[in-house]
């Protein structure tokens, strides 16, 4: 289950930072560095669409400042773009970056890393709506764009480039052409420098996922225990090791191991826990569906349900309420009301969540196939 997120919804706006700071070199209380620092803020607070607002507004006055033409305009539509995305706005976000690649190749910067990452971006886009085979043409144009490109820079985007590839390929029911791309991916983060254990704990645990739909148990298994030794060696009860111990009990799950499974996802919920806290909001909202999943995966129902319903809550505050996001937190409630005995609620839940997905994405994606596959098992 997931919305792809390799991107960072706020990267590009710290990305168009520099770029402008080369580039235009403006007085920081001037319209436009108010109006890009303002969507900046909102964004990070949870208020996305007050966020797009404002960065749309910056790309009205930048356009009105450069003109239409001018290829100092994609960072702000970078900016646009991440937003749109992230909000289920997937046509705005498409004219975006289409606008950005057009400015990039008429005035020739195909040597900019904002070339690259725009392709990406529209890989990324494409993941998100279920359209694999496009993701697949607009993530090999991004490496196409970086072939001869050395350096960490470029090596790290090379790597982002080959994971939204890798999950292209398995969406196309291709796991074998993923593993491929993945073990690139991990030769490509061994020579950087400095080392990052962060991004190799993500590859590590990318490629358990890949060995284990193609049933190489053993090797995923060597593959999760890479990344745990890495993940131990981060500064204590860190997200990463949560998350390498939550993907260690699903696959001792599948492999029938129940004990070691339960030992697995008792030490991820701790951590994740402690990253939650007391405090429900916006910037802890990826922690507490971590949460919510953990009590799934201990039949810790109630509790699941009672986190859900708060994560569910701040996703309608941020996402508004026709958004996959949102339809990601309505499935994973119906799962712990379905185990609570609330069958009815659950049904309506997941009802709901596909008429999102239904309406957001195309069909048969993975997502709108998960959905439908649970509200068949609960007999809707």
Request: aromatic share 6%; net charge neutral; hydrophobic share 40%.
């Amino acid at each position: 289950m997931r919305i792809p997120v390799t991107l960072a919804l706020v990267g590009s706006f710290a990305l168009a930072g520099t770029v402008l700071g080369q580039t235009a070199r403006m007085d920081s209380q001037d319209a436009l560095n108010v109006a890009r620092s303002t969507a900046v803020d909102r964004a990070r607070n949870g208020y996305l669409a007050d966020a797009l607002a404002s960065s749309k507004n910056a790309v009205h006055l930048a356009e009105e400042r450069l003109g239409p033409t001018h290829p100092s305009l994609c960072p702000y539509l970078l900016d646009n773009a991440a937003l749109e995305r992230t909000l289920g706005l997937y046509e705005e976000a498409e004219g975006s970056l289409q606008w950005c690649l057009a400015l990039l190749q008429r005035n020739r910067r195909l040597e900019d890393p904002l070339y690259p990452q725009t392709l990406f971006s529209l890989c990324a886009l494409y993941l998100d709506q279920g359209r694999p085979a496009d993701a697949l043409y607009w993530g090999q144009k991004g490496l196409e764009a970086l072939e001869d490109a050395k350096g960490t820079g470029h090596d790290i985007q090379k790597i982002q480039g080959l994971e939204l590839l890798a999950e292209a390929k398995k969406d196309l029911n291709d796991p074998t052409g993923a593993l491929t791309l993945l073990v690139k991916a991990r030769g490509l983060c061994g020579r950087l420098s400095p080392s990052d254990p962060k991004l190799e704990i993500g590859l590590l645990t990318a490629l358990s996922r890949a060995q284990t739909l193609l049933k190489r148990f053993p090797e995923a298994q060597g593959s999760l225990e890479k990344a745990l030794e890495l993940a131990r060696k981060l500064p204590e009860g860190s997200i990463e090791l949560a998350d390498t111990l939550e993907s260690q009990g699903r696959l001792w799950e599948i492999r029938g191991a129940q004990e070691k499974a339960r030992a697995s996802y008792e030490a991820a919920l701790s951590l994740y826990q402690k990253f939650v806290g007391s405090f429900f909001g916006y910037s802890i909202l990826d922690y507490a569906r971590k949460l919510e999943r953990a009590y799934l995966s201990l039949g810790r129902f109630k509790e699941a349900e009672e986190i859900g319903n708060r994560t569910l809550k701040t996703c309608q505050d941020s996402y508004g309420t026709d958004n996959p996001r949102l339809a990601l937190a309505l499935m994973d409630l119906a799962r712990a009301q379905k185990g609570a005995k609330e069958d009815k609620e659950a049904g309506d839940n997941v009802t709901e969540a596909l008429r999102i997905l239904r309406a957001k994405l195309q069909p048969g994606a993975p997502l709108v196939r998960e959905a439908e596959d649970l509200s068949r098992s609960m007999g809707r």
